[in-house]
């Protein structure tokens, strides 16, 4: 565990988590996350829900999602191992100015497979439920090939029940949905705005706060312009062509619905999911 410990491996930096390079006298590479044993004790209650949850994890299977090969548990600290993932994060790609461009495709085959994950999850016999979806921390194990990660960091529900209590507000800044503020309670509506505020980032490019302003609610208030929608997308990929400017703003509308501050109006994950593959 030396080599996780050591700053100079460290890959990246999410609220609850910091990513770290290892290699293993075997020679293999593996991508180690530290989570923060008390973040994940104040969201989840107990070492004893923490682990009974991370069962249910494992037996998740699907290729959007970063399941852990492996676990070490200690007093303050949480390790969990991973195939190395090489290319990054999807913000990483987006926003720290990375020499490989992601073209109009790559961004469709990214929100599709983000969207097949979350879908997934939702779907589950016990549904799961992200406490942090971001860009951060959806790594990307090719240019088309999105998994979404920190899944640790999540709430398994019991299927009577559609929602869980929170002692804090899960997620990161700018994903994090309007009613999260008074409710304090995960939901899969939750969920899909985080999933909108991404839509977001890959049609405009921006980040998701700039100067203050939240993207989805600058994304909300210039769609109502006359001609804002083509405005808001990034002008480097829309003017590929046509028929990519078209998709985009389809896919656009399915953002806007996402992030709607009303939770009752954003659509299922699975029906944001059949809107993406019809805007092909």
């Known amino acids: 565990m030396e080599l996780v410990g050591n700053p100079s491996n460290s890959m990246l930096k999410t609220r609850f988590s910091t990513y770290y390079k290892a290699a293993m006298p075997n020679g293999r590479n593996y991508t180690v996350?530290?989570?923060?044993?008390?973040?994940?004790?104040?969201?989840?209650?107990?070492?004893?829900?923490?682990?009974?949850?991370?069962?249910?994890?494992?037996?998740?299977?699907?290729?959007?999602?970063?399941?852990?090969?492996?676990?070490v548990l200690t007093e303050d600290s949480a390790y969990f191992f991973y195939e190395h993932i090489h290319k990054g994060t999807l913000f990483d790609f987006l926003h720290v100015g990375s020499e490989t461009a992601l073209d109009w495709p790559s961004r469709y085959s990214i929100a599709l497979g983000v969207a097949q994950g979350l879908t997934f999850l939702h779907s589950c016999n016990q549904p799961v439920l992200l406490l942090d979806l971001s860009t951060k921390t959806i790594h990307l194990k090719s240019m088309k090939e999105p998994q979404?990660?920190?899944?640790?960091?999540?709430?398994?529900?019991?299927?009577?029940?559609?929602?869980?209590?929170?002692?804090?507000?899960?997620g990161s800044v700018g994903y994090i949905p309007p009613e999260y503020a008074y409710t304090m309670r995960v939901t899969m509506a939750g969920n899909v705005y985080s999933f909108g505020v991404i839509l977001l980032e890959l049609l405009t490019g921006k980040?998701?706060?700039?100067?203050?302003?939240?993207?989805?609610?600058?994304?909300?208030?210039?769609?109502?312009?006359?001609?804002?929608r083509e405005k808001i997308l990034d002008l480097k990929v829309c003017n590929a062509s046509p028929a990519v400017c078209s998709q985009m703003l389809s896919v656009l509308k399915i953002?806007?619905?996402?992030?709607?501050?009303?939770?009752?109006?954003?659509?299922?994950?699975?029906?944001?999911?059949?809107?993406l593959f019809n805007a092909r």
């Open 148 to 170: 979404i990660g920190d899944i640790e960091l999540c709430k398994v529900i019991d299927p009577s029940n559609s929602t869980g209590n929170l002692s804090t507000v899960a």
């Open 255 to 275: 953002a806007l619905s996402c992030v709607s501050s009303s939770p009752d109006v954003r659509p299922k994950m699975r029906n944001a999911l059949r809107m």
């Open 207 to 228: 980040s998701p706060v700039s100067e203050g302003i939240e993207l989805a609610k600058w994304a909300l208030s210039h769609s109502t312009w006359l001609g804002g």
């Open 33 to 71: 996350k530290k989570l923060n044993w008390s973040e994940k004790i104040l969201q989840m209650g107990s070492h004893e829900k923490f682990e009974h949850e991370l069962e249910v994890l494992g037996r998740l299977s699907n290729s959007n999602i970063m399941v852990p090969i492996a676990y």
